[in-house]
């Protein structure tokens, strides 16, 4: 039995949650939450293995409509993280719209019914927008390296732990030095004979001031809940002052280097091994990790830190790109995600009957982080530059989420809310101008050259494989926000589809796009948030519910 619903949301982490909670609070129930595994999560799912937490302050991770005032650590870790999101679930009646064990296969626009046809693994659904929310951190990346299937121990991705798998007493290979790895390291270093660390690029660390949440600051937050809000405001404020370091004067980002040198030092007593770990490149080049107990662990007798990549493996025997071996029972790859190449492009056709995989050849792009041209009524969330290099990745996808609302409010005014079991009613499709998708990525590459990101002197996984940063934001939250208020028809060919014409009495065959707003070539919304479009539609005023 095939399932014609108004919205098919893809993933059920932030974003996916996020925006069923915005439809339930926009009046719109006919909407299914396709999800691959068994609960809620996302990346806070899968991403388990020891140590994990998150580097944001916990009242900044977390909905501005779902404030939650008993966090119990500044920094939360993973499982509290899941049990805010399940509980989010349960909180804003999220239940009944959840599909678990439904990995989309292939979504194919269909141009003739203006909708999209959805194959998941527990069947079908027919979708008049898609919301694509399953994130960059969903897919993760093992490099190949010559040897690997031979390797005779446990080998393992970080998004993927086996905890059935003990580590006590064995030599354990990681490989990576990222976010992750930087948290795993500490967590395993006591309990393995010897841990050794493939270090392609040494990251700069920042210590990670963390702590308990005492009782009375929660019973505060729980009893006055403006002092949760001024906590979070404070927070979001500190990391907005911090922006124009990393877009626009890199150079004043030395004085942070320096305080990283001396958390370095308080641990690494060694010379050599200092060096091994100094960054040759300016600080937010790459992500800044947060840890206080990443440099003690690395100074442990039982660790070893080899300063060049894994190249080779023979049996377990592990080669090195410097030459240097060295032996391994276990393999713990910490070497990232598909994020500038997601799977999920491969598996959505447009209407040229495309990929977006194949649309983004030449690298990703999207109308203010949302709408691909070629790919009507689609938006994904967390998508082509809306990353964050300092600040909360939930304040992006809220603001997305006042895009995504306004979108389907654009669509009811054109007809686009279809009657019962997905027919009559008329029906209407918006498809972002190649001529706005490119103006928008123009500007915001142009505002890229500048930051620390493109002239900071690394390689990090913000660029893609042509040396495109297609990942970061280079602005703050707040222009974001600006410039996801309202869709701007003047961007969109609105499409017309059958039923439509059924109403208006003209004839089925003579369905044409539609041109709405100013012409092409006039002014389009700027990454700066300003306009010279119309739009059509408010925004519904938001209350909050504590989670």
């Known amino acids: 039995m095939t399932e014609h619903v108004r919205v098919a949301v893809i993933g059920s982490g932030f974003g996916g949650l996020g925006a069923a909670v915005r439809l339930r609070r926009e009046g719109i129930t006919d909407f299914v939450v396709l999800e691959r595994a068994g609960s809620v999560g996302g990346t806070w799912r899968d991403n388990s293995y020891p140590g994990c937490a998150c580097d944001v302050p916990s009242h900044l991770y977390s909905f501005s409509f779902a404030p ?17 999101l399940e509980h989010v679930a349960d909180v804003f009646g999220l239940r009944p719209h959840l599909r678990f064990d439904s990995e989309v296969l292939r979504m194919t626009w269909d141009a003739q019914e203006l909708r999209w046809d959805i194959e998941t693994g527990a069947g079908r659904y027919f979708a008049d927008v898609v919301v694509s929310a399953t994130g960059p951190l969903s897919d993760p990346k093992i490099p190949d ?22 580590l006590t007493g064995q030599r354990v290979a990681m490989v990576g030095t990222g976010a992750s790895a930087i948290q795993i390291v500490p967590a395993v270093q006591p309990d393995v004979s010897r841990l050794t660390i493939f270090q392609r690029t040494p990251p700069w660390v920042m210590p990670r001031v963390d702590r308990a949440i005492s009782g009375a600051e929660r ?57 091994k770990l100094t960054p040759d490149y300016r600080i937010g080049c790459k992500r800044i990790l947060l840890s206080s107990t990443y440099y003690p662990a690395l100074a442990q007798p039982n660790v070893d830190v080899v300063a060049s990549g894994l190249s080779e493996i023979r049996g377990s025997t592990l080669v090195a790109a410097d030459g240097s071996e060295t032996e391994a029972d276990v393999i713990v790859f910490g070497t990232g995600f598909h994020v500038t190449d997601m799977p999920i492009a491969d598996r959505v056709v447009g209407a040229d009957g495309r990929t977006l995989a194949e649309s983004w050849k030449d690298g990703m792009e999207a109308l ?27 304040l992006m996808i809220e603001s997305q989420l006042n895009y995504m609302a306004d979108y389907l409010r654009q669509l009811d ?59 970061v934001w280079p602005g703050t939250t707040a222009e974001f926000r600006r410039a996801t208020r309202r869709v701007d028809l003047a961007e969109y060919e609105v499409l017309r589809g059958p039923a439509v014409k059924a109403q208006t009495g003209e004839p089925v065959e003579k369905a044409l796009s539609e041109p709405v707003g100013q012409p092409v070539g006039q002014p389009v919304h700027n990454p700066d948030g300003k306009t010279d479009g119309k739009t059509v539609g408010e925004p519904v005023d938001e209350k909050e519910v504590t989670a």
């Open 68 to 84: 939650h005032p008993q966090w119990p650590r500044t920094f939360s870790g993973q499982e509290h993280i899941r049990t805010y």
């Open 145 to 166: 390296i010559p040897g690997l299937d031979s390797f005779p121990g446990k080998v393992f991705h970080s998004a993927r732990w086996d905890h059935d798998h003990d």
């Open 413 to 471: 005014v054109l007809g686009g809310r279809p009657g019962p079991q997905g027919t009559g009613g008329g029906r209407a499709a918006l498809d972002a101008r190649p001529s706005a998708v490119h103006a928008w990525n123009r500007r915001v590459q142009d505002r890229m050259t500048r930051t620390v990101w493109n002239t900071g002197g690394c390689t990090s996984w913000y660029l893609d494989a042509n040396g495109r940063n297609t990942t």
């Open 219 to 275: 019973a505060l937050h729980q009893a006055l809940p403006v002092t949760a809000k001024l906590r979070r405001g404070l927070l979001w404020g500190i990391r907005e002052l911090q922006v124009q370091a990393f877009t626009k004067r890199p150079n004043q980002l030395g004085f942070v280097e320096q305080l990283a040198k001396q958390n370095m030092a308080r641990a690494i007593k060694d010379p050599a091994l200092r060096a």
């Open 368 to 394: 203010r982080g949302a709408s691909a041209a070629g790919f009507p009524n689609w938006m994904t969330i967390i998508g082509p530059n809306t990353g964050l290099g300092n600040s909360s990745m939930i």
